[in-house]
């Protein structure tokens, strides 16, 4: 069976909205800095943004390994157990990193700024959504399972600055 990676390479719209809006670049997964995780367990980057984030897999295994989330300031998160929620995160909520503290409302308001930039989104989201054979969940139980991923499973999940010894910040402010 293809990976999801492989699958979002091979479908050029799904890959072109993970690519904007969703910020996600398959390659683009070189971190900026020397890290690991706290637990010692692997460390994986293979994704980026157009920040210098990186999206990191966390342990051993294939595309079922939780995923981290490292942004450029020194901000980290554990955003999604395996690449299917990752994918169905970034077409459902592509304005994740912004909704720092992952409420309806907070969300609502980042979608209505991205409509108006995009009024197509939600078309192309679906299109995309289709291309990977993927059924989204609402917002709502997006943003729910991201906050109980991020705060309640994150915790094992501690990103280290490597030379410093300093963990990295929360991303989000719950």
């Known amino acids: 069976m293809k990976s999801l990676i ?3 390479r091979e ?8 690519a904007w809006p969703g910020d996600f670049e398959l390659d683009g997964g070189d971190h900026v800095e020397e890290v690991h995780l706290a637990s010692g367990a692997a460390l994986e980057g293979f994704a980026g943004d157009g920040a210098g984030g990186t999206y990191f897999f966390c342990g051993d295994g294939g595309d079922e390994r939780p995923i981290l989330y490292a942004d ?3 901000g980290a998160a554990l955003v999604a157990m395996g690449l299917p929620e990752l994918v169905s995160l970034l077409l459902t909520v592509p304005w994740w990193r912004d909704c720092r503290a992952l409420t309806e409302k907070e969300s609502r308001e980042l979608e209505a700024q991205y409509l108006e930039d995009m009024p197509d989104l939600v078309a192309r989201r679906d299109r995309a959504a289709a291309a990977l054979g993927l059924d989204l969940p609402e917002q ?3 943003l729910a399972r991201l906050r109980e991923v991020a705060i309640r499973l994150g915790e094992d999940f ?4 490597t030379p410093e010894s300093h ?3 929360p991303l989000f402010t719950i």
Request: net charge negative; proline share 4%.
């Open 167 to 169: 963990p990295y910040e």
């Open 72 to 74: 450029s300031e020194g």
């Open 158 to 161: 501690a990103l280290i600055f």
């Open 11 to 18: 479908q050029e719209e799904a890959a072109r909205f993970l």
């Open 6 to 8: 492989a699958i979002v």
């Open 140 to 142: 709502e139980e997006v």
